[in-house]
């Protein structure tokens, strides 16, 4: 079933209130004051039972400029707008401003409702359309009708609910799977039930017995009870006005502006990427760095504005630009948002957010502005793809992706393996997690890591390989370990690089010695054989040698690489083939005692109780035991 919401604007005192109780039967003025001064303050809402059998809910705005900003909030989801316009006074400032600000937020139908017609003759009723017509030029409402009522009267009441019926039929349907939000617009308690928040939802579909989040902000709740127009409902949906009784949280804890969504859905942002424009009408252009009130949602924040290729905008001109916030905010590519002045307070502009969850851009950074290009005019999945590329450092999850999007996991996979297939992206796998990077990225990362083997091998010929700790953090430190580890296994797997022994090399590299440095390798191992497991003294060896210390420690250092010595600790190294007997002979003896201790281990290997402890400390590390207080056990 299609959900839709119908919302009013127009100036103060022109007859909004009044024709939406002729429409409905029902007044939305709430507040004590706004029944007493006659005019609306904050926003109201009711809902309209149409002729088709269509519930549609509906959004009356204040008119007053003073209330600009509960108009804008209450602004959010409108399908269909109803202008209204007294005969009596004709196009005034607020219908002016507030026909530019549905512009902006990207409202497509609605239509000009004329009020108070029984208070002016017929030739003054005709030149207030024709004025009409002028001032609706260049606007969503150029083309649309415009109906003469009395709300008192009840004239021309039927033509305009036959109207709204016909245009129902052509709100586009929402998607409800999508992620669901709803911008909050009131928030109160009730005697026995707790908070409430009352708001339109905008995408998506909430249940009784969901978890949401209150963004910004990391406070949780659970849905206790939904309402749409005034019924219970276990369930709401996309384009529906609703009410959420949120159990777990206070009053205190919600704002007018706040975002109700699925936990850990969305992520806060104090910049947003925006393509925007001017209104041609604003008296003088727009200068880098000028501090705006920005809307977005149902949230006002305060602003600068950092135009990235120009230094002033010009009215009606329009341009990319990033909004550095005063407060973080929540948003999603595609909202529409409104600017205005921070003071006087008068409407300058607006356009769409592009990236809510932005790095910091330069200006005049032509890479950044083919990005936002790609962004504003790209399809679907070129726009995931930029947003890879964008997060790649981070080697973000699936999961982080739909946060950065506000899309549901399952769309954005889907995109991902279009993307794969294409060769754009590069896709880890683990247990839990997908963790995925843009091609351009990996061979950025993949360029390097080569380039810094290729040095290494040259400066340390003898040496193995470099370990592979010390690429992951210089080159893949944004990715968890074991998706550093894949990312190298990646490289190997297509044959740039080797491992082993927790080293990697170049493929194709090998160690290779020299004559003198083949000499030096034999000495050493002789040396290390007849140590057998007694500790050696390093410094001595070098220092009795007739080779020079640099050169012995090179090839040293080579040998504890190829793991032809084992180093135990760092003053203590055995022989590789002395170290697998001496761990044979300790294996044996647990599998025959149990256990073994220091000291039992000491008078089985005739050693002391250093190197004892030594070799049963890196058996822990290798993972063949297991210390439980002062007693070793084999772990297989």
Same mark, same amino acid.
């Given at each position: 079933? *299609?959900?839709?919401?119908?919302?009013?604007?127009?100036?103060?005192?022109?007859?909004?209130?009044?024709?939406?109780?002729?429409?409905?039967?029902?007044?939305?003025d709430r507040l004590k004051e706004e029944k007493e001064r006659g005019i609306s303050i904050d926003l109201g809402f009711t809902f309209f039972d149409l002729p088709s059998g269509k519930r549609a809910g509906i959004v009356d705005v204040p008119g007053h400029e003073k209330f600009i900003k509960n108009m804008l909030a209450g602004t959010v989801g409108m399908d269909i707008v109803l202008l209204v316009i007294a005969a009596d006074e004709g196009v005034m400032p607020q219908t002016v401003e507030h026909l530019a600000i549905l512009d902006l937020l990207g409202v497509k139908k609605g239509f000009v409702v004329l009020t108070k017609t029984d208070l002016v003759e017929e030739e003054w009723l005709k030149l207030?359309?024709?004025?009409?017509?002028?001032?609706?030029?260049?606007?969503? =409402?150029? *083309?649309?009708?415009?109906?003469?009522?009395?709300?008192?009267?009840?004239?021309?009441?039927?033509?305009?609910?036959?109207?709204?019926?016909?245009?129902?039929?052509?709100?586009?349907?929402?998607? /409800?799977?999508?992620?669901?939000?709803?911008?909050?617009?009131?928030?109160?308690?009730?005697?026995?039930?707790?908070?409430?928040?009352?708001?339109? =939802?905008?995408?998506?579909?909430? %249940?009784?017995?969901?978890?949401?989040?209150?963004?910004?902000?990391?406070?949780?709740?659970?849905?206790?009870?939904?309402?749409?127009?005034?019924?219970?409902?276990?369930?709401?949906?996309?384009?529906?006005? !609703?009410?959420?009784?949120?159990?777990?949280? *206070?009053?205190?804890?919600?704002?007018?502006?706040?975002?109700?969504?699925?936990?850990?859905?969305?992520?806060?942002?104090?910049?947003?990427?925006?393509?925007?424009?001017?209104?041609?009408?604003?008296?003088?252009?727009?200068?880098?760095?000028?501090?705006?009130?920005?809307?977005?949602?149902?949230?006002? !924040?305060?602003?600068?504005?950092?135009? =990235?290729?120009?230094?002033?905008?010009?009215?009606?001109?329009?341009?990319?630009? %990033?909004?550095?916030?005063?407060?973080?905010? !929540?948003?999603?590519?595609?909202?529409?948002?409104?600017?205005?002045?921070?003071?006087?307070?008068?409407?300058?502009?607006?356009?769409?957010?592009?990236?809510?969850?932005?790095?910091?851009? *330069?200006?005049?950074?032509?890479?950044?502005?083919?990005?936002?290009?790609?962004?504003?005019?790209?399809?679907?999945?070129?726009?995931?793809?930029?947003?890879?590329?964008?997060?790649?450092?981070?080697?973000?999850? =699936?999961?982080?992706?739909?946060?950065?999007?506000?899309?549901?996991?399952?769309?954005?996979?889907?995109?991902?393996?279009?993307?794969?297939?294409?060769?754009?992206?590069?896709?880890?796998?683990?247990?839990?997690?997908?963790?995925?990077?843009?091609?351009?990225?990996?061979?950025?990362?993949?360029?390097?890591?080569?380039?810094?083997?290729?040095?290494?091998?040259?400066?340390?010929?003898?040496?193995?390989?470099? %370990?592979?700790?010390?690429?992951? !953090?210089?080159?893949?430190?944004?990715?968890?370990?074991?998706?550093?580890?894949?990312?190298?296994?990646?490289?190997?797997?297509?044959?740039?690089?080797?491992?082993?022994?927790?080293?990697?090399?170049?493929?194709?590299?090998?160690?290779?010695?020299?004559?003198?440095?083949?000499?030096?390798?034999?000495?050493?191992?002789?040396?290390?054989?007849?140590?057998?497991?007694?500790?050696?003294?390093?410094?001595?060896?070098?220092?009795?040698?007739?080779?020079?210390?640099?050169?012995?420690?090179?090839?040293?250092?080579?040998?504890?690489?190829?793991?032809?010595? /084992?180093?135990?600790?760092?003053?203590?190294?055995?022989?590789?083939?002395?170290?697998?007997?001496?761990?044979?002979?300790?294996?044996?003896?647990?599998?025959?005692?149990?256990?073994?201790?220091?000291?039992?281990?000491?008078?089985?290997?005739?050693?002391?109780?250093?190197?004892?402890?030594?070799?049963?400390?890196?058996?822990?590390?290798?993972?063949?035991?297991?210390?439980?207080?002062?007693?070793?056990?084999?772990?297989?």
């Amino acid at each position: 079933m *299609k959900h839709f919401i119908i919302g009013t604007a127009g100036h103060i005192d022109h007859g909004k209130t009044t024709l939406i109780k002729a429409l409905t039967g029902r007044e939305t003025d709430r507040l004590k004051e706004e029944k007493e001064r006659g005019i609306s303050i904050d926003l109201g809402f009711t809902f309209f039972d149409l002729p088709s059998g269509k519930r549609a809910g509906i959004v009356d705005v204040p008119g007053h400029e003073k209330f600009i900003k509960n108009m804008l909030a209450g602004t959010v989801g409108m399908d269909i707008v109803l202008l209204v316009i007294a005969a009596d006074e004709g196009v005034m400032p607020q219908t002016v401003e507030h026909l530019a600000i549905l512009d902006l937020l990207g409202v497509k139908k609605g239509f000009v409702v004329l009020t108070k017609t029984d208070l002016v003759e017929e030739e003054w009723l005709k030149l207030v359309i024709e004025d009409t017509r002028e001032n609706l030029k260049g606007t969503f =409402l150029e *083309k649309s009708p415009i109906i003469p009522v009395s709300s008192t009267k009840k004239t021309g009441i039927k033509e305009a609910i036959k109207l709204i019926d016909e245009m129902a039929d052509e709100v586009e349907e929402r998607d /409800i799977k999508d992620m669901p939000r709803l911008p909050v617009d009131r928030v109160f308690s009730i005697s026995g039930f707790g908070t409430v928040v009352t708001g339109t =939802l905008i995408s998506g579909t909430f %249940q009784i017995g969901d978890e949401v989040q209150i963004f910004p902000g990391n406070k949780i709740g659970r849905i206790r009870n939904l309402q749409v127009h005034d019924k219970d409902n276990k369930k709401a949906y996309s384009g529906q006005r !609703v009410a959420i009784n949120i159990a777990g949280l *206070k009053k205190a804890d919600i704002n007018r502006g706040d975002v109700i969504a699925p936990a850990d859905s969305m992520k806060d942002t104090m910049m947003l990427d925006v393509s925007m424009r001017l209104l041609n009408s604003i008296p003088r252009p727009i200068k880098n760095r000028t501090r705006l009130r920005l809307y977005v949602g149902t949230k006002e !924040v305060l602003c600068r504005i950092v135009l =990235l290729d120009k230094e002033e905008l010009t009215p009606g001109e329009s341009a990319y630009a %990033q909004l550095r916030l005063e407060e973080r905010v !929540v948003a999603k590519r595609g909202d529409k948002f409104v600017l205005r002045y921070y003071s006087p307070m008068f409407t300058i502009g607006g356009g769409e957010i592009l990236e809510a969850n932005p790095t910091k851009k *330069k200006r005049y950074d032509e890479r950044a502005l083919e990005e936002l290009k790609i962004k504003d005019k790209g399809d679907y999945s070129d726009i995931i793809e930029r947003i890879i590329l964008d997060k790649s450092f981070e080697f973000p999850t =699936l999961k982080d992706i739909s946060v950065y999007t506000v899309k549901p996991e399952d769309r954005i996979e889907r995109e991902i393996e279009k993307l794969k297939e294409k060769n754009k992206v590069v896709v880890f796998k683990l247990s839990k997690d997908m963790h995925v990077i843009h091609i351009d990225y990996f061979n950025k990362i993949k360029d390097e890591i080569l380039k810094e083997l290729k040095i290494f091998h040259s400066n340390y010929p003898l040496r193995s390989g470099m %370990q592979k700790e010390e690429l992951r !953090v210089k080159y893949i430190k944004g990715a968890r370990a074991k998706v550093a580890d894949n990312f190298i296994d990646l490289l190997e797997k297509e044959e740039y690089i080797k491992q082993e022994n927790e080293n990697v090399r170049l493929k194709g590299f090998k160690v290779e010695y020299i004559e003198k440095q083949l000499e030096i390798k034999k000495f050493l191992l002789d040396k290390f054989d007849n140590s057998g497991l007694l500790p050696l003294n390093k410094e001595k060896v070098f220092h009795d040698m007739i080779y020079s210390v640099n050169e012995a420690e090179q090839v040293f250092t080579s040998l504890v690489d190829e793991k032809l010595l /084992i180093k135990l600790k760092e003053d203590i190294y055995i022989k590789r083939e002395i170290y697998e007997e001496a761990a044979d002979i300790v294996k044996k003896y647990i599998k025959e005692n149990k256990y073994i201790t220091v000291g039992q281990c000491r008078d089985l290997l005739d050693t002391n109780r250093k190197v004892s402890i030594a070799l049963l400390e890196y058996l822990d590390y290798e993972k063949i035991t297991k210390r439980v207080k002062d007693k070793r056990y084999l772990l297989n």
